[in-house]
């Protein structure tokens, strides 16, 4: 899996930039197909909703896939103006719980081709975002990029590599179950009381195994 920012900017981790919250909630709307909601995402909206995560997915995003069996969720929007669906009177509704996309912006991080190191990007065009206090780019990843994050993203690159390979050796009509078993795996099988990361790894297991079983 590629890092899929090449059209933004890259900062390095001295760089600073400067930025202010303008309450205006501009950066959540036309936003259709363009959030991003991970596994952990999920598990944390799920958290904050009190409900399971294939509840808290059917409700609030949609899926979409991005390439040959590779499904993402994204966040639903709401007309006239595509706007998140969590957004309410210009605030937003889930703010302790946004996903990961929310709370690194106007930068993104996506890791090295080694996986050992995060590079960072500047995501936003709006200019008015631009202006208040100064922010070192590392500063910034180290405040909204907490080490589960950390962790999770690294395993899920890896694990998409991998999946990826197993992927390639199906058969096209097949297509229909791989989805099936990638949203299922990635993000629907967790149990509300344990540790998401402890049962990501599992899933991922059992992943690649109903992957390779479709393989043959």
Not at 88 to 116: E, F, H, M, Q, W
Not at 127 to 156: C, K, P, T
Request: with cysteine; aromatic share 12%; hydrophobic share 35%.
């Amino acid at each position: 899996m590629s890092v899929p920012y090449n059209d933004y900017p890259e900062l390095q981790p001295r760089d600073t930039f400067r930025f202010k919250c303008q309450n205006c909630g501009s950066c959540c709307r036309h936003v259709a197909k363009s959030v991003m909601v991970e596994s952990l995402d999920l598990y944390r909206l799920a958290e904050f909703f009190n409900m399971d995560m294939a509840e808290v997915a059917e409700r609030y995003t949609e899926a979409v896939t991005v390439a040959w069996g590779a499904p993402v969720l994204m966040l639903k929007t709401v007309q006239p103006e595509d706007a998140c669906i969590f957004l309410k009177d210009g605030k937003c509704g889930v703010y302790s719980k946004r996903p990961r996309a929310c709370r690194l912006y106007p930068l993104s991080i996506g890791p090295n081709d080694t996986l050992k190191e995060f590079l960072i990007f500047n995501v936003s065009g709006e200019q008015h975002h631009f202006q208040g206090r100064w922010y070192r780019a590392q500063d910034w990843v180290n405040d909204n990029f907490q080490a589960v994050d950390q962790a999770y993203v690294r395993m899920e690159y890896r694990a998409m590599r991998e999946c990826g390979h197993i992927i390639r050796r199906i058969p096209q009509n097949r297509e229909g179950d791989v989805l099936f078993q990638m949203l299922r795996w990635r993000y629907v099988q967790y149990e509300m009381d344990q540790s998401f990361l402890t049962q990501y790894v599992h899933n991922m297991q059992m992943l690649k195994q109903e992957l390779e079983r479709l393989a043959k």
